[in-house]
């Protein structure tokens, strides 16, 4: 069916929202539109315009006979530094320490706005590598891990601390908990991950880094590699995390529980992925 170009730079914008990080052959938009490959060649000159002066993302052309169009999500560096200006604010309030030096952050991570900036921030940092699966642990990471899949248009997979029967065959670790020293297991099914695939870990907190260490170990048994690993916060922490290699979105700089003060600011996030 034969459309208006306004009608159809609407529908282009909104199919490739839709599908981040897949290619789309301009065949596709002429027969869906009834219109010449030049025409719809000028459509995503503008749709590219748009993005790029918007910060929404980028338009990759990709030429051939079997090419066409990508879109890739981003943030642009204003809007990610006002978004984690603001959440340093929210999270500085003193009513969210809790005992051990943790922030409580739940209510924010319910919220499908704050999802979603997060979700654009993380897959703007690995827009242009190669992700094939992101993997968190249940349950807090599990929200995080959605929408960068989302974003990334990967699957996300979920590591365990406890068997599940219906997850079926397991592969299981054990990892020392950075802050309590103490030996735990974490198992993710077979099924859930291939052989060499390229990994992004994310997480909503980090302290002492056992955790995240214990995915690392856990990649390595899948002979998979670990493209990267970045989490929404990190927390002061006296020893030394087994790992150091990590991006965190906002850093708790200072706790005082007796005197019930917090602070949190910027993480490394903006200096890693724009600079």
Known sequence: MKVRRSERLIDITHYLLERPHTLVPLTFFAKRYESAKSSISEDLGIVRRTFKGRGTGILQTIPGAAGGVRFIPTIAPAEATEFIRAMAIELSDKSRLLPGGYVYLSDLL?????????????????????????????????????????????????????SKITEGPTVSVNYVSGSSRRVEKMELSKRSLSQNSRVLVVDDFIKGGGTVNGMK?????????LVGITVFAESLFSGKRPISDYTALLAVDQVDDQAKMLHVKAGNYLERTFN
């Open 110 to 162: 319910g919220q499908p706005k704050v999802l979603r900036a997060v979700g654009r921030l993380i897959a703007t940092q690995y827009a242009q590598q190669q992700v094939d699966a992101v993997m968190t642990v249940a349950t807090k990471g599990v929200p995080i891990a959605q929408s960068v899949s989302a974003y990334l248009n990967v699957p996300f997979v979920i590591v365990r601390r406890d």
């Open 217 to 225: 170990s856990l990649i390595e048994e899948f002979d998979s590699q």
